[in-house]
């Protein structure tokens, strides 16, 4: 069973892979039937058939992800951290309408949608994970100023400047 700074790492590890666009390479991180649900109450998900054609959209979304100070379980299986995911905003998206937010008449170029939620994965003996739920809902999900975040379409500053 792999150690608690291991199992962090991997969840951090999943957000570093979304930003490098490396599908495969966060599906390595995962054990083949991997089970999971994002966001909690979509509906669960498994195998990384499933979780590549998630993760792609993700990825052609142009999310990015922040990751916080990750934090073990005493079961020495989970960890959950915390995440600021950002993506640029489309009026009249699809995610916008789902969520309730109004598309308005903000500016595409001057604004960008902020998630701030946890994810919670579950580590299996051969070291993958086994397990992920990431939990947010409308009241995660803000349109915010383009500045506000330093968004510049491929990297917030903070990731950039050595912060998570």
Same mark, same amino acid.
């Given at each position: 069973? $792999?150690?608690?700074?291991?199992?962090?790492?991997?969840?951090?590890?999943?957000?570093?892979?979304?930003?490098?666009?490396?599908?495969?390479?966060?599906?390595?991180?995962?054990?083949?039937?991997?089970?999971?649900?994002? $966001?909690?109450?979509?509906?669960?998900?498994?195998?990384?058939?499933?979780?590549?054609?998630?993760?792609?959209?993700?990825?052609?979304?142009?999310?990015?992800?922040?990751?916080?100070? $990750?934090?073990?379980?005493?079961?020495?299986?989970?960890?959950?951290?915390?995440?600021?995911?950002?993506?640029?905003?489309?009026?009249?998206?699809?995610?916008?309408?789902? /969520?309730?937010?109004?598309?308005?008449?903000?500016?595409?170029?001057?604004?960008? /949608?902020?998630?701030?939620?946890v994810m919670v994965i579950g580590v299996g003996e051969r070291g993958l994970v086994e397990e992920m739920r990431s939990y947010w809902g409308p009241s995660s999900v803000s349109?915010?100023?383009?500045?506000?975040?330093?968004?510049?379409?491929?990297?917030?500053?903070?990731?950039?400047?050595?912060?998570?």
């Amino acid at each position: 069973m $792999p150690d608690e700074m291991t199992i962090k790492g991997l969840a951090v590890a999943h957000c570093l892979r979304i930003n490098d666009k490396d599908v495969t390479g966060l599906l390595r991180l995962y054990a083949p039937d991997v089970r999971f649900e994002d $966001p909690v109450g979509s509906g669960v998900r498994a195998g990384h058939a499933a979780l590549r054609a998630h993760a792609a959209q993700a990825v052609a979304a142009g999310v990015r992800e922040i990751p916080g100070e $990750p934090v073990g379980a005493l079961d020495g299986r989970h960890a959950a951290l915390p995440v600021t995911g950002l993506l640029p905003y489309v009026p009249g998206s699809p995610l916008l309408a789902a /969520l309730g937010l109004a598309a308005g008449d903000a500016d595409p170029a001057g604004k960008v /949608l902020r998630v701030d939620y946890v994810m919670v994965i579950g580590v299996g003996e051969r070291g993958l994970v086994e397990e992920m739920r990431s939990y947010w809902g409308p009241s995660s999900v803000s349109l915010v100023d383009r500045s506000s975040v330093a968004w510049d379409g491929a990297a917030p500053r903070e990731e950039r400047s050595g912060g998570r």
